[in-house]
């Protein structure tokens, strides 16, 4: 075979006729010919479980870049079942066979998976908006993306396992998620990875590796650039987890806003070098290669305006376009009047500390404490440790205890409850926005937080510490990416709650709200709305009260209350029961430190832990150490006197283990008797 020819690629891409309502499949193979003269050959490609097999005449020009295109018509009488994003339907993929015989002898055989599935990205205008929409249609449905943002998960990539993936994508999807963006800072993922986005249903936005840099574009390095991407998209392009291509993390950004203080006088010459390379090097390569799926230059971007204003747009955060990054560590990250209402919001986030024993493994005992050298070390953030102590501040009294690793292990805790609630208000807020035009904004249809995994043991924005231990974070957003779910807000002196769905079809709900005194863990006050309807793939406003009013009605006060709620589907709860804060914990004079019993058990398999609380709790959290796996429910607001949660495992162990080990940890410290 090899004396002819050598197979280098197999691509197979999805295509769908709207006109005849048809699917067929695009195969393109790619070979290193050696042979001086022409190669005639056959091949043929075979779908079985979908009663399609064709044979196709092919002729192979000598050299490394021939090519061969085909189109496989399925048979009219199959029934295809298309590939759906996580929480969207089904993730089918069909077994195709493809075989190249030349001269009578089967010289390649070729085994691939092939999905059916379309993807558009839709920049159209908006009522009542001025700028343009920006959201994904997958198979024609319009998809709300919620998710985060991938990095590298080792600075080894060889300890980068198939266990080490699945771990972090199963988490992706079991959190609620069903979309990563690829950060153009960090690597073009292996194989593996892709593979199990299209199984799991984890969409991909895909950077290319150009980040946060001015890079050259002399004509070898532009050679070496078009190579690259030809690799990369016929390595990628037949994997449907993978919706959109990017040009570049933040380069647009960083010219329009002059990150790098070029002098006027230069200014145009790197605009030019920008749209040299990623428009007529990387956008033209990807167009010859994928028109499968949609290409902006960067991110963020103004989209269809960025090409208007000649690929660099004055304001690429216009939130009236395109994509935003925003982060803010000045403000009060719990505040929604902060936060942009853009049309996509791809990266937004906070710090937190990892877990003691993600540190414990790394560190001695003299560097358990904020002013050491370690922590200042690990920290890459500027002033990072500063900002993270100032915003838990805000809402949290630091730990005064006399014990230094308590301390130490107790403002880990509050750093990641910061965290956690942080990015729950602003993905909260985006969620909400979804389906209202407010002053001109809104429609935003996508979230990404910065960012799902860590590289190293340290302080940062990830939700998931190095080695795959969840964070509160994660625990969160498993509850704010929920498909249905109610959100609560103040504004204008009012608590209003929507409702937010990401299904398809119809609810009929009731929301039921409950008002707690935080001395008590039996509501003062209750009330259920009047039924309602709340549209499939929407957000909309379900219950208002006069803040001032509803507390008086309940006898209660900001700093002595707090308000729960929940949708209800025929008396069946719907969703997570969210809370609404009235004030900051740090003034909430009467919420008492509580007392919990918890006990584990095994019943064929499955590890138990029973809870019970003598009042109420915000931010239960209970630990394992090093024992790796994630509970059902944690980081939670404890409503009620008993609770069970499950402990799920990712490597064998015991009740024995896991009670020696257990921990529950609140905003007054460590607290827990086992039995």
């Known amino acids: 075979m090899y004396e002819i020819c050598h197979l280098t690629y197999l691509t197979a891409t999805s295509v769908y006729d709207e006109t005849r309502q048809r ?6 193979s790619f070979y290193d010919v050696v042979s001086s003269q022409l190669i005639k050959g056959e091949l043929t490609a075979s779908i079985p479980s979908l009663h399609t097999h064709q044979t196709y005449k092919i002729g192979l020009g000598k050299g490394e870049y021939s090519r061969s295109k085909v189109r496989l018509n399925l048979n009219q009488n199959a029934s295809v079942d298309p590939w759906w994003p ?16 030349i001269g009578g002898e089967r010289l ?14 839709i920049q159209e205008p908006v009522p009542g908006s001025p700028g343009l929409s920006f959201y994904f249609k997958i198979n024609g449905l319009p998809i709300f993306i919620k998710g985060s943002n991938w990095i590298p998960a080792d600075a080894f990539l060889e300890r980068v396992t198939f266990d080490v993936l699945q771990n972090l994508l199963q988490s992706t999807v079991d959190a609620n998620m069903n979309a990563l963006r690829v950060w153009g800072g960090g690597v073009y993922e292996q194989d593996a990875f ?6 799991l249903g984890i969409m991909i936005w895909q950077d290319f ?12 390095f532009l050679a070496s650039v078009e190579e690259e991407i030809i690799h990369q998209v016929r390595r990628l392009k037949s994997h449907p987890s993978i919706i959109i291509w990017s040009g570049n993390n933040e380069n647009e950004a960083a010219l329009a806003t002059n990150w790098f203080h070029v002098s006027l006088s230069n200014i145009s010459l790197y605009l030019d070098d920008y749209v040299q390379l990623y428009v007529s090097t990387i956008r033209e390569t990807v167009l010859k290669e994928d028109r499968n799926r949609p290409y902006i230059t960067s991110s963020p971007t103004n989209g269809k305006e960025s090409i208007q204003e000649h690929w660099v747009a004055r304001n690429p955060y216009d939130v009236h376009y395109g994509d935003v990054h925003y982060y803010s560590y000045d403000t009060d990250c719990w505040d929604w009047t902060y936060f942009p209402k853009p049309r996509f919001a791809s990266e937004y986030g906070f710090q937190s500390w990892p877990s003691f024993s993600t540190l414990e493994k790394v560190s001695a005992a003299e560097d358990w404490s904020f002013n050491s050298s370690f922590v200042d070390h690990r920290q890459h953030q500027v002033a990072g440790n500063k ?12 730990p005064q205890a006399e014990d230094p690793l ?5 403002t880990i805790y509050l750093s990641q409850v910061m965290q956690a609630e942080c990015i729950k208000a602003q993905t909260e807020f985006y969620r909400r926005s979804q389906s209202e035009v407010v002053d001109g904004q809104g429609l935003t249809m996508g979230t990404l937080y910065w960012q799902l995994n860590d590289i190293w043991q340290a302080p940062s924005w990830a939700s998931i510490e190095y080695g795959g231990k969840w964070k509160m974070l994660h625990y969160f957003a498993r509850n704010f990416f929920a498909p249905v779910l109610p959100v609560a807000f103040e504004d204008d002196g009012s608590l209003i709650i929507y409702g937010i769905s990401d299904l398809s079809m119809d609810l009929q709900l009731v929301l039921q709200v409950r008002v707690y005194q935080w001395s008590s863990l039996e509501p003062v006050c209750a009330h259920t709305t009047e039924p309602f309807t709340l549209k499939g793939s929407s957000a909309a406003p379900v219950y208002k009260a006069v803040t001032a009013t509803l507390l008086q009605r309940c006898s209660c006060s900001r700093d002595r209350c707090v308000v729960a709620f929940h949708l209800e589907d025929q008396g069946q709860q719907r969703g997570p029961v ?9 003034d909430a004079h009467t919420l008492r430190a509580p007392h919990i019993n918890a006990s584990v058990s095994e019943h064929g398999g499955v590890y138990s832990v029973s809870l019970h609380s003598s009042s109420i709790a915000p931010y239960v959290w209970l630990d394992v150490g090093n024992i790796p796996g994630r509970f059902s429910d944690n980081a939670f607001l404890m409503l009620q006197h008993n609770k069970v949660l499950t402990f799920l495992p990712r490597r064998p162990t015991s009740t024995s283990l896991l009670q020696a080990a257990l921990t529950i940890r609140t905003l007054h410290g460590s607290t827990l008797t086992t039995h």
């Open 23 to 28: 699917w067929s499949v695009e195969i393109e």
């Open 86 to 101: 996580h929480g969207h339907g089904n993730q089918t993929g069909y077994n195709m066979m493809v075989t190249v015989t």
């Open 108 to 121: 390649i055989e070729k085994s691939s998976t092939v999905y059916f599935r379309t993807v558009e990205l």
């Open 194 to 199: 892709y593979e199990l986005c299209d199984k």
């Open 209 to 220: 590796m150009f980040a946060c840099a001015l890079y050259p574009t002399d004509k070898s």
């Open 387 to 398: 900002l993270l102590l100032n915003q838990i501040q805000l809402h949290f009294q630091l």
């Open 406 to 410: 308590e301390n130490f292990k107790s």
């Open 578 to 586: 969210n809370y609404h804060l009235l004030t900051s914990l740090k």
